[in-house]
């Protein structure tokens, strides 16, 4: 069924395949400036840099980093926020044929010492107020220069006073240290030119990292051509161009941040309005004053802003697309978003997409005006999809469950140093093709169109029969008291494992056990009965991961800590 590509019928002005550039990525967003070299290629809380500016930001840096002494096959850990920093370092780095390892700029020191580690990183590029965690890991690591920044570097003259008077007071200063370098004194010092590297297209150039919600994050091995096939994709499916702006809410060490807020912006031309850290209230006054064009985001991200009494008042007459992923979106918080701004004059769905990191990031989405309830949409041009039964390779009758499989150029390298991982997820099938095994349950309908089902490792086993968490919570949802809904497995001696939910009211003065039987028996009247919650734990907020998706592992690992001191554990 796939062969037939039944979803290309959906495609309307979206070509169904693209011709993409044997290039690295920084020869891709030469490409671009050189098409349009005055259009904004970035707004930094109103720093603007142009694709002509953009290109001198990045040679400049490249003169710096290679003087310093990186060269082509070097890995350098990038820790920062979604900043010109970070953006400018990312291509420099790509330009001398060296590898960028993005990580968090939040991580705590022994994730730092496990990130250099892993990438081998010698350089590292972080903000001032973060030096301490690398210097106290530096010694037990390969690093041997570290680049500090501070976020006022990029701020306009008053921002940078206000932020000097206010944040910045409280960074502790940096002392004298052979091993740092400041970026405010690579950008003054004149360098020797450096031309770009002969790097391969198909060469590794970024290390992103699965979430680790089921152990010991791994390194995902991406290339140009990974980076720059998913990026034109999306410029594609959005019709982005240097008229347009996208809002880059998403942090950059992930993959939907990075390689659709600002690396799909750069192949298509468009603007990325950078946000460092994202704030409802800061992200609303965004799209009241910058107009994007383009919002991608998490569930939890419309949630918070359509909650917001300052994007009640916007003029979203902007918007031509919002697109959300990363997690399943709860109909509640579609239906709240799309009246808002309808009613703000805006005229746009709030559409799903799938991805995830071993395929860079977004490589499906639901076309613009052709909204299915439920479904993460179509692939994108030249990516492959199907559903194959559970433990083969034979692919699923239509409409029938079983696990999704990609195929395409955006697909990873593999896992760094990680030959058997990599062999559980890429295999080869019949067809010849080697196929990414995503771990996701998802159906396909006849038209192309996909559904995500769970999760593999979130599927609950009570009393022998399976519960899919997802279920339950979209009923959950569904109770007009919900605001945010987690349900896990609990260990259980008769069961296996028990469900439960974990609820956050909007009302929380509700809390208690008769809301508490009250949403058991809403579920009784929607779900199968071992599908129910067998008990609900009310909480004022839900643990989150970094890019704001419920973080049901953490719940998980609080109730095994919480049997394990009641001596009610008897797991590994």
Request: glycine share 8%; aromatic share 8%; with cysteine.
């Amino acid at each position: 069924m796939y062969e037939q590509k039944p979803w290309l019928h959906y495609y309307g002005a979206v070509p169904p395949s693209i011709e993409y550039p044997r290039v690295t990525m920084y020869e891709a967003v030469v490409k671009t400036a050189e098409k349009s070299p005055d259009a904004i290629a970035y707004d930094f809380l109103g720093y603007t840099s142009t694709y002509r500016k953009m290109i001198d930001e990045i040679d400049h840096c490249a003169n710096a980093l290679a003087t310093l002494g990186l060269r082509q096959g070097d890995r350098v850990t990038i820790s920062m926020p979604t900043s010109p920093q970070g953006i400018i370092c990312f291509y420099a780095v790509n330009k001398l044929g060296a590898v960028a390892s993005m990580i968090h700029p939040l991580s705590p020191p022994g994730e730092i010492e496990f990130y250099l580690n892993t990438s081998k990183s010698t350089y590292a590029l972080t903000l001032d107020a973060f030096y301490k965690n690398f210097r106290d890991v530096a010694d037990r690591t390969p690093l041997t220069k570290l680049i500090l920044t501070k976020i006022s570097d990029y701020l306009p003259p008053l921002k940078k006073v206000a932020f000097q008077l206010t944040k910045g007071r409280k960074i502790p200063k940096v002392p004298d240290d052979p091993m740092v370098v400041w970026w405010n004194d690579m950008k003054k010092k004149a360098c020797p030119e450096v031309p770009a590297a002969d790097m391969d297209t198909d060469d590794m150039a970024v290390i992103l990292y699965s979430g680790g919600t089921t152990g010991v994050p791994k390194g995902i091995m991406l290339s140009n051509m990974n980076m720059i096939s998913e990026g034109m994709q999306v410029a594609e499916w959005g019709k982005m161009t240097d008229g347009d702006a996208i809002l880059a809410i998403l942090p950059i060490f992930h993959g939907f941040g990075l390689g659709v807020c600002v690396n799909a912006a750069f192949m298509g031309g468009a603007r990325s309005i950078l946000v460092p850290q994202f704030t409802p209230e800061t992200v609303a006054g965004l799209i009241k004053s910058k107009r994007p064009n383009f919002i991608v985001g998490v569930p939890t991200l419309y949630d918070a802003l359509s909650r917001n009494p300052r994007f009640h008042t916007a003029d979203l007459r902007c918007l031509r697309a919002t697109f959300s992923g990363a997690d399943t979106l709860p109909r509640p918080v579609k239906d709240r978003f799309e009246d808002i701004v309808k009613r703000q004059g805006g005229n746009v769905q709030l559409l799903e997409g799938y991805g995830l990191t071993e395929a860079v990031t977004a490589i499906m989405a639901t076309p613009l005006g052709e909204y299915r309830e439920g479904s993460m949409g179509i692939p994108f041009p030249d990516m492959m999809a199907k559903i194959i039964k559970a433990g083969t390779t034979e692919e699923a009758d239509i409409g029938e469950e079983g696990e999704l499989c990609l195929h395409g150029p955006a697909v990873m390298l593999g896992y760094l140093d990680n030959p058997e991982e990599t062999a559980k997820v890429l295999k080869i099938h019949d067809d010849g093709r080697q196929w990414l095994h995503t771990g996701d349950i998802a159906a396909m309908d006849g038209d192309g169109f996909f559904y995500f089902k769970l999760r593999l490792k979130r599927m609950i086993k009570s009393s022998g029969m399976n519960v899919y968490p997802t279920q339950v919570e979209d009923v959950l949802y569904r109770h007009p008291a919900v605001q945010d809904a987690c349900v896990i497995g609990v260990p259980d001696e008769s069961q296996v494992e028990r469900v439960k939910a974990f609820v956050v009211l909007k009302d929380q003065g509700k809390s208690g056990s008769d809301m508490e039987l009250e949403l058991i028996n809403y579920c009784r009247g929607h779900l199968i009965k071992w599908s129910c919650p067998r008990e609900i734990e009310f909480r004022p907020e839900l643990p989150k991961t970094l890019v704001g998706k419920i973080a049901f592992n953490v719940l998980e690992q609080e109730e095994i800590a919480r049997l394990k001191a009641a001596g009610k554990y008897t797991g590994q």
